[in-house]
Nanobody, 120 residues
Framework: QVQLVESGGGLVQAGGSLRLSCAASGRTIASYGMAWFRQAPGKERAFVAAVAWSGGSTYYADSVKGRFTISRDNGKNTVYLQIDSLKSEDTAVYYC?????????????WGQGAQVTVSS
C-alpha cells in the first residue's frame, strides 16, 4: 500500500514563500517520476511540476515557471515544492503524485492534498 502525505500548506500572504513536502511510504519513489498538481476552487485539477526519478530533469506548467521549484530526496523518499512570490491565484489544494513520466503524465498514486491559501 503506497501512501503519499503532503505537508507544509497553510495561509500565506501574497509575495511570501512556502515549501510543500510529500513523504512516501510503502514503496520507494526512487524509480518513479514525481509530480505536483493543484486544484483551485471551482476548477479541475491541473499539473504544476514534475521531476524525473533521478532529480536530474524537471518540468513545469507555464503559469508557475520561475516561481516554483520541484526537487526530491530519494534517500528520504520525499519530494518538495518550493513556491516563491505567491499570488492569490496560487490558492488551491496541492497534491503530489507518483507519475509514469518525467513530464508528469500518467499519475498512479495520489496524496490526500495540502491546502495553500494566499491572502492579498
Amino acid at each position: 500500500q503506497v501512501q503519499l502525505v503532503e505537508s507544509g500548506g497553510g495561509l500565506v500572504q501574497a509575495g511570501g514563500s512556502l515549501r510543500l513536502s510529500c513523504a512516501a511510504s510503502g514503496r520507494t519513489i526512487a524509480s518513479y517520476g514525481m509530480a505536483w498538481f493543484r486544484q483551485a476552487p471551482g476548477k479541475e485539477r491541473a499539473f504544476v511540476a514534475a521531476v524525473a526519478w533521478s532529480g536530474g530533469s524537471t518540468y513545469y506548467a507555464d503559469s508557475v515557471k520561475g516561481r516554483f521549484t520541484i526537487s526530491r530526496d530519494n534517500g528520504k523518499n520525499t519530494v518538495y515544492l518550493q513556491i516563491d512570490s505567491l499570488k492569490s491565484e496560487d490558492t488551491a489544494v496541492y497534491y503530489c503524485a507518483i507519475v509514469r513520466t518525467a513530464t508528469g503524465s500518467g499519475p498512479i498514486y495520489w496524496g490526500q492534498g495540502a491546502q495553500v491559501t494566499v491572502s492579498s
